[in-house]
T-cell receptor, first 110, second 114 residues
Framework: KQEVTQIPAALSVPEGENLVLNCSFT??????LQWFRQDPGKGLTSLLL?????REQTSGRLNASLDKSSGRSTLYIAASQPGDSATYLC?????????FGTGTSLTVIP | KAGVTQTPRYLIKTRGQQVTLSCSPI?????VSWYQQTPGQGLQFLFE???????NKGNFPGRFSGRQFSNSRSEMNVSTLELGDSALYLC?????????????FGPGTRLTVL
């Protein structure tokens, strides 16, 4: 069974810092990996989708990389802002279903 | 373009009752997936529907069922509710199979079972 782990579970940084969130998965046979953010009590907002054949995707201040062979993905956030405070989730699709990590709770301090 | 909508947003039920949740996908999207989110188990996949057919199913008991209509709207039903069914239920839509397409989530339905 696929297991997805996110480290750290919580992260607090001052505004303006660049930061990296980590996601690891146990089975490299994935179709895609998607990063989401979730604000308290809300649904998920899609940030980036990386297909299994891709190595990275970029959107604005966000860059996500994928290394299938090592079972790892990173989400890089440049010049963090207080509005980036949220829980960040990664999820991998195995062809049958999505498996989610437990998330990283990010707080950006003004 | 309107996003994914879910109704109702909040529900309170008692043990033993049944409940039906509704999800309207983004216009043009044909795949709808359902998820359960709890503090203890995190986000877990329930099932995916595509063109009115269930394509995949997670590890949930048969009390959890769903269906999809010809307009791609989907409903999820939970029968004989248990306290442990209290959760945020999220649906997501994608153009086609979620294995190849970006998923967009609705705001969720918060179910409380008393």
């Amino acid at each position: 069974k696929q297991e997805v782990t996110q480290i750290p579970a919580a992260l607090s940084v001052p505004e303006g810092e660049n930061l990296v969130l980590n996601c690891s998965f146990t089975d490299s046979a994935i179709y895609n990996l998607q990063w989401f953010r979730q604000d308290p009590g809300k649904g998920l907002t899609s940030l980036l989708l990386i297909q299994s054949s891709q190595r990275e995707q970029t959107s604005g201040r966000l860059n996500a990389s994928l290394d299938k062979s090592s079972g790892r993905s990173t989400l890089y956030i440049a010049a963090s802002q207080p509005g980036d405070s949220a829980t960040y989730l990664c999820a991998v699709h195995t062809g049958n279903q999505f498996y989610f990590g437990t998330g990283t709770s990010l707080t950006v301090i003004p | 373009k309107a996003g994914v909508t879910q109704t109702p947003r909040y529900l309170i039920k008692t043990r033993g009752q049944q409940v039906t949740l509704s999800c309207s996908p983004i216009s043009g999207h044909r795949s709808v997936s359902w998820y359960q989110q709890t503090p203890g188990q995190g986000l877990q996949f329930l099932f995916e529907y595509f063109s009115e057919t269930q394509r995949n199913k997670g590890n949930f008991p048969g009390r959890f069922s769903g269906r999809q209509f010809s307009n791609s709207r989907s409903e999820m039903n939970v029968s004989t509710l248990e306290l442990g069914d209290s959760a945020l239920y999220l649906c997501a839509s994608s153009l086609a199979s979620a294995a190849y397409n970006e998923q967009f989530f609705g705001p969720g339905t918060r179910l409380t079972v008393l």
